[in-house]
């Protein structure tokens, strides 16, 4: 936990003082995990602000306050849904849909002004993000808080409320699903696997 | 394939799947929150809390509205009208003998021939 129960109970009290420590506390972690469930730099801002949005407005259902946690990611990997079947994902980014920062990015690494461990890890995001997004949104969110965020399976119990047998039995299939996607030989089936091959 | 083979196979995918996501797990940069972010997520609470009220007023206001409704229409129908009522406390035959004048008896005596 990142703040104490002390301090989740006086905001669930209504105490704006409170939630905002809360909120300064999470935020970080927030972000983080959105930018990975989403990616998409330029909207994790916002959907991040709408998860805290409703962590407000939904604080006082909030049973005790060690569940916490799951209950924040809950509402996360919600909010990430909403936003992902919102704008449903285009399978290849056009120039006008990238952000300043990723242009500039791209720009260097067209002109070969960014170092090769830069290269690498932009290679990896791309390859992974485009595996991701050759499946479902459930698999996709699944997959990234258990294998991205690190999550056990304790945690991801508390968060989609289902026992421990179903969990593995849907990540196993949505493992399966992204195998698939990777291509027969491990080679990504859309030619864009070269960034695994430097792992 | 011998099924050996394939799980092997299996194993070995499994793992480079795991260290691509790890590597990517490392790639992914770490998110800054703007200057902005806090006063935004305020602004929409603010904004949210807003519409509430709003919509509560608007709801208190249709209850009330609705009551003195009720109300007023059973004070109506309670208090008896000397005219112009559409409501009688004649009975239904009494009603009906009213409304067809032309039955009485007058009309309907038999006819005497004078011869």
Known sequence: ?199 | MSMTNYWNQQGDRDAELNALFRAYRAACPEKEPSANFMPEVWRRIEERQHSQFLLGRWARALVTAAAVLSLGMAAYLYIPHAHGTVFSFESYVEAIAAGHAVDSAEFVDPVVDEL
């Open chain 1, 1 to 199: 936990m990142l703040v104490d129960f002390e301090l989740i109970k006086r905001a669930q009290t209504g105490e704006s003082a409170a939630f905002n420590e809360v909120v300064l506390a999470y935020r970080k972690r927030t972000l983080g995990t959105i930018a990975r469930l989403i990616s998409r730099p330029e909207d994790v801002e916002d959907v991040a602000q709408e998860v805290f949005l409703r962590l407000y407005f939904s604080l006082d259902q909030l049973r005790t306050a060690e569940v916490f946690e799951p209950w924040l990611y809950r509402l996360t990997v919600n909010a990430a849904y909403d936003y992902l079947r919102k704008h449903r994902r285009r399978m290849e980014s056009r120039m006008s849909d990238l952000s300043e920062q990723q242009v500039v990015l791209a720009d260097a690494v067209a002109g070969g002004r960014v170092d090769h461990e830069v290269r690498q890890q932009r290679q990896v995001r791309e390859t992974v993000d485009s595996l991701l997004n050759a499946v479902s949104e459930a698999d996709r969110i699944l997959l990234t808080l258990k294998e991205v965020e690190g999550l056990s399976l304790k945690e991801l119990e508390k968060i989609y409320r289902v026992n421990e047998n179903a969990l593995k039995v849907r990540l196993f299939r949505a493992r399966q699903r992204v195998l698939k996607a990777l291509g027969p030989g491990g080679k990504e089936s859309r030619g864009e696997g070269k960034a695994k091959a430097e792992i």
